[in-house]
């Protein structure tokens, strides 16, 4: 191999990597935005969701079955979960990201955190499938069948969820709701059941992104929160409320990681994302593809 | 003349025969946390904007001051106004690209940036002690250095701090000032069209406060003897500095005085419970289910649930 592809090899393998990291980024972001978009709730326990999406896979695998199998039980309880916490404190917020709307969330968040810790322990626990420690070579790069599996799995939810919005009348009142909600009331339309089904879907969604990511990622009670920030550049660069824009914004959040990891130091791989994160709001609040103005 | 009541209890308390060390320094804290919640009212109660970012001036000012002092030898005293200046710089920066956008912004921002002095902090060991912290060279009782074995002189000293930031409260929100930040917590478009510059009073409002925490993080500093990326840029510390404000009333300047003092209370009996049951972390759900039922019943906190209806 020439010098200039030996130099490259590293380059491509940090955005390779990045890049099937950032799918499961972009997974955990659409369910944020969704609830984002539609109801204009920033739920900062989104991340315990994911958390507790996690313990879904560790419970199952504990049980001997595969986590992935887990899946649609993960996706199924944490809706459920999403539909009892929009009942209980999300409702009285509707319309309004408020100062009291985020300190709920916080504080929801805090005890779902220490929920999992009293039910889990505080140790570290991790749930491989049957991908885990297979690795796939595509010429001199390498990467994890774990996470190519879920990447697999993040994309089809994402489309899953855009044709959702997009192709069904469930998603036209949705959509309906998000524009306008009094104006959807007016022609028949019950925001309280739109609201409810798109917060459980977004809560859904992030079961499903914490299943597929403990098959390669440990999980402890903490780790909800530590995913919140990814969500949260991720969802303003590629545009708070998009669903197409929150998962590409994942894929870059995912690149410039690993990136800097390789180039910089992996301690400070987050550094540069949060600076990018207020230029973003200075410069390009919209996101980087503008998808949505406001 | 009631005010001076509690006051003077309080600066009777190290004379006391009966009161031990551990009563003494729980008021410190009590005193410390007072002026925290005072500051971050300033923006959050009376300017309506969500700074879950606090700790980082709060951090500033800690780790500035006791790194000038163990590497250089510059006394608290000096030392604390180069965090405050340092605290200032980092809020401008902040403000001047958050807060022309609407809330959400911000206060997302503020996380991230609390975040990212995280990384640096626990990263750049040499300067910062990394995970561990930073402890400050302990010279004995020393007025000079500021410190002292025994928690006396720091209740006067938290005192003072208490009694300036709530008069500072009380000045803002009988000022022109503090009513254009409430016209604009209250509604922006509004505030707009009555002639209010809205960033600039947003952004003068983030920066007092700021200035505020910076200058109480010094006293942090010489009290604890010590600083660590958690207690400093942790959400958990971003939630102390809220609670005090939101359990008292938010935007009073009494709240974060009774709230203060409510939440040293709570979180003295929920360690103490951590450790007699063995369940760590007791303290993080308290505080946790505190701020859920603060925000979903008495958003207006303690203050307001006690005053109705009476002028604040």
């Known amino acids: ?294 | 003349m009631r005010p001076l009541i509690p006051i003077a209890i309080v600066a009777a308390l190290p004379a006391l025969p009966f009161v031990n060390n551990y009563i003494l320094a729980a008021t410190v804290r009590a005193l410390i946390f007072i002026a925290l919640g005072q500051a971050w009212n300033i923006v959050a109660g009376i300017g309506g904007q969500l700074s879950l970012g606090h700790g980082v001036f709060l951090g500033l000012g800690c780790y500035v001051t006791g790194i000038l002092f163990n590497e250089l030898g510059v006394p608290p005293w000096i030392g604390v106004w180069a965090g405050v200046l340092v605290s200032l710089a980092v809020a401008l920066v902040m403000g001047s690209m958050t807060l022309r956008m609407r809330g959400v912004f911000f206060a997302l921002a503020t996380v991230a940036v609390s975040l990212a002095f995280d990384q640096l902090a626990r990263h750049y060991v040499d300067l910062t002690g990394g995970d561990n912290g930073l402890a400050l060279k302990f010279l004995g009782n020393s007025l000079w250095a500021m410190q002292s074995r025994w928690p006396g002189p720091f209740v006067y000293a938290g005192l003072v701090f208490m009694i300036l930031y709530y008069w500072i409260t009380r000045i803002i929100l009988a000022s022109r000032f503090g009513l254009e930040m409430r016209a604009v917590r209250d509604d922006e478009i509004a505030a707009a069209a009555a002639g209010v510059r809205v960033f600039r009073t947003k952004l003068l409002g983030f920066l007092v406060s700021a200035a505020m925490t910076a200058l109480a993080g010094g006293l942090y500093m010489q009290f604890y003897q010590a600083i660590d990326p958690e207690s400093a840029f942790g959400l958990g510390q971003a939630i102390q500095l809220q609670l005090p404000a939101l359990i008292g009333g938010l935007g009073t300047a009494w709240g974060p005085i009774i709230g203060g003092a409510l939440m040293i209370v709570l979180s003295e009996a929920t360690n103490w419970g951590a450790t007699r049951f063995g369940f760590i972390g007791v303290d993080i759900l308290v505080y946790g289910l505190v701020l859920l039922i603060v925000v979903l019943w008495a958003p207006q906190g303690i203050v307001g649930v006690l005053w109705k209806g009476r002028r604040r």
């Open chain 1, 1 to 294: 191999m020439s010098g200039i592809e030996t130099a490259l090899v590293p380059v491509g393998q940090a955005l390779l990597s990045g890049v099937l990291v950032g799918g499961v980024y972009g997974l955990l972001s659409i369910g944020f935005s969704l609830a984002f978009g539609v109801m204009r709730i920033v739920n900062f326990a989104h991340g315990d969701l994911v958390m507790y999406g996690m313990y879904a896979g560790v419970v199952s695998a504990t049980f001997g079955i595969d986590p992935l199998y887990a899946i649609p039980f993960s996706f199924l309880l944490m809706a459920l979960l999403g539909a009892a916490q929009y009942q209980l404190v999300y409702r009285r917020f509707v319309g309004f990201a408020t100062l009291q709307q985020l300190l709920a969330a916080i504080g929801l968040g805090l005890v779902l955190q220490m929920l999992a810790q009293v039910v889990f322990g505080a140790d570290t626990r991790s749930a491989p499938s049957m991908f885990g420690g297979q690795y796939l070579l595509i010429g001199p790069l390498f990467v994890s069948a774990a996470q190519v599996m879920a990447f697999v799995v993040a994309v089809i939810a994402t489309i899953a969820v855009e044709a959702l919005l997009l192709g069904t009348h469930w998603g036209r009142t949705v959509r309906a709701v998000a524009d306008d909600i009094e104006a959807a009331e007016l022609v028949g339309l019950s925001s309280q059941f739109i609201n409810i089904t798109a917060f459980a879907l977004a809560c859904g969604l992030a079961g499903i992104a914490g299943t597929i990511m403990v098959t390669y990622y440990p999980t402890d009670p903490s780790k909800g929160l530590s995913l919140m920030p990814i969500a949260i550049i991720a969802t303003t660069i590629g545009g708070l409320g998009s669903i197409r824009g929150s998962f590409l914004g994942g894929i870059f959040c995912g690149m410039v990681q690993q990136l800097t990891a390789m180039l910089w130091n992996s301690a400070l791989q987050d550094v540069p994302l949060y600076v990018l994160l207020l230029f973003f709001i200075a410069y390009r609040p919209t996101g980087m593809f503008g998808f949505r103005t406001e």
